[in-house]
């Protein structure tokens, strides 16, 4: 798997990807995912891509192998325009791949960040689909991820907006990102992280973070440091003192309650054996439930809300 | 869709469950998804379910409607055989409905977590699999997620252990939704939060956490500030001062660039427009790797790693 992440803030756009692939737990190894198309002084164009390695690899290849300065990417009058040519490389790809790829049941994964600014216009951010269609980033919506997003995506959810600083935003899409890297082995370091101030039309800032980059050891030992500390200071739970500041008391809520069933006969029986058990009799069902936030079940006819 | 976590540490067992159920966005409700089995005195038994709504209606309806105190989970011996007894419901809704889901190509989706003791017996935690097979929690891997379990996964690995105390588990499960309610709609409130004390045999505390509860209200608001205020007082990186112990610099190493092609001809040529590109001429290829991650490109023959 994959996880980059680019956020789009006022001051431009800071771009982070990992470089694990895998091809089942026996077949790892280090892929770069992120690709600069640089012209300096006239358009700068970061490319991440996620998904199956080879169709990455071909969409690459496509956009970049003996294509001129007068062609492509190199030619695009605007970052749409950019968006545009990479989803029809895409699509060039899906042409050509897609019927071997179905033979053998392989989807047609791939997911792309295009990111950049070309001449006057203001930087802009884009999100690249297995169709070739694409969204750009909003005031609102101001990063995008691809692959394992998830881990990553509630520190962004809380920090990022358009007014985050871009050393802001790259501290942030690196924390991101040890969040992932903590939680999910397909996604490892080397790091590849790229920070583009707006209208400086070249790469501001590189890295290639491995383990032993300070800044992102000490990022990472801090905040997980910090965050447990935050987590310890936070007071645990009152039960019982519905007055409390901190109760977690519902009151009289109860939980869904499951009770057995009337004996078919009476007395005790032999305890059946569970793989033994018999089918379930025709007595009245068990389900209860207890006031407050579904109605209670009449005995005989129990209902799940839906 | 559903998010559940259950905790198993040496004081105890926590469950919580949020509680939204969608079919497409207009179709929102709630459904609980924690049902307890309890005699007290006896045993405790905790399901949560995710999935699909019908199946994890028609198990909990098979374990529950009309078996008596002599049978299935009621008279399991041990929490063992009552995973078996959950696995083998399971396996009897899938005989049942897998011809017609299919039929509709909808999945047979289920997961489901188990906890609880039994009499004498330790306390045990089961997550069980659509296939009606299940692991149990170890030392190592002292708790189980069900549904959307990536966002609220970070924290759990970073505070979680067997000797964590009941309340604080309790708070790491709250903290652990609060990040996926967040980012994920498809997850919301009430919430089912059950904590059960290792051998008092009956629930030991129970709560319907809506949003107006206040411990949830508290935490919600505090672990979100001071994750703010945390992630501020981490330094922001230097760039360019490899000595600095807040250093981001990688020294020498490069981007994956592009460069364009040489032109097949002398001359400037007119731009083309992109739609109309010619197809890549046959110049050399243009992608330079630099020093330090992969090994540079002999000119004409780039290669990527895999």
């Known amino acids: 798997m994959t996880y980059c992440v680019a956020i789009h803030t006022d001051a431009g756009l800071v771009f982070l990807a990992d470089s694990r692939t895998n091809a089942g737990v026996d077949h790892i ?51 749409f325009e950019a968006a545009r040519i990479v989803g029809e490389a895409v699509r060039r790809v899906h042409a050509r791949e897609i019927a071997a790829l179905r033979a053998h049941d392989v989807d047609f994964n791939i997911s792309l960040i295009l990111g950049g600014q070309i001449g006057g216009e203001r930087c802009r951010l884009f999100q690249i689909y297995p169709a070739g269609n694409f969204i750009e980033a909003s005031e609102a919506a101001s990063y995008f991820q691809i692959g394992e997003s998830k881990y990553g995506k509630p520190i962004l959810d809380r920090v990022i907006d358009r007014r985050t600083p871009l050393d802001g935003a790259a501290k942030c899409a690196l924390t991101s990102m040890d969040s992932t890297l903590r939680s999910n082995i397909s996604v490892g370091l ?28 000490m ?21 019982g003192d519905a007055e ?57 006819q129990p209902s799940m809300p839906e």
Chains 1, 2 share one sequence.
Do not use: C
């Not at 990022?219 to 039960?239: C, D, H, I, Y």
């Not at 029986?269 to 207890?290: D, H, K, L, N, Y």
């Open 244 to 300: 409390s500041a901190l109760s977690l008391s519902s009151g009289t809520a109860q939980p869904v309650r499951v009770t057995p069933a009337a004996q078919p006969a009476a007395g005790p029986q032999p305890v059946p054996t569970p793989a033994a058990a018999p089918p379930p009799a025709a007595s009245p069902p068990a389900i209860q439930r207890a006031a407050g936030d579904t109605p209670a079940t009449t005995p005989g």
């Open 190 to 217: 080397p790091l590849d992280l790229l920070v583009y101030e707006a209208d400086s039309l070249r790469v501001t800032h590189f890295s290639l973070i491995r383990d032993q980059n300070p800044y992102f050891r």
């Open 29 to 79: 190894s280090t892929f770069r995912k992120l690709t600069v198309f640089e012209r300096e002084g006239e358009r700068v164009l970061v490319l991440m891509t996620s998904g199956n390695l080879s169709i990455s690899q071909s969409v690459v290849s496509d956009l970049s192998e003996g294509v001129t300065e007068t062609e492509g990417l190199w030619a695009a009058r605007n970052m």
């Open 219 to 239: 990022l990472s030992s801090t905040w997980g440091e910090r965050l447990k500390q935050v987590f310890s200071a936070m007071p645990n739970p009152v039960w």
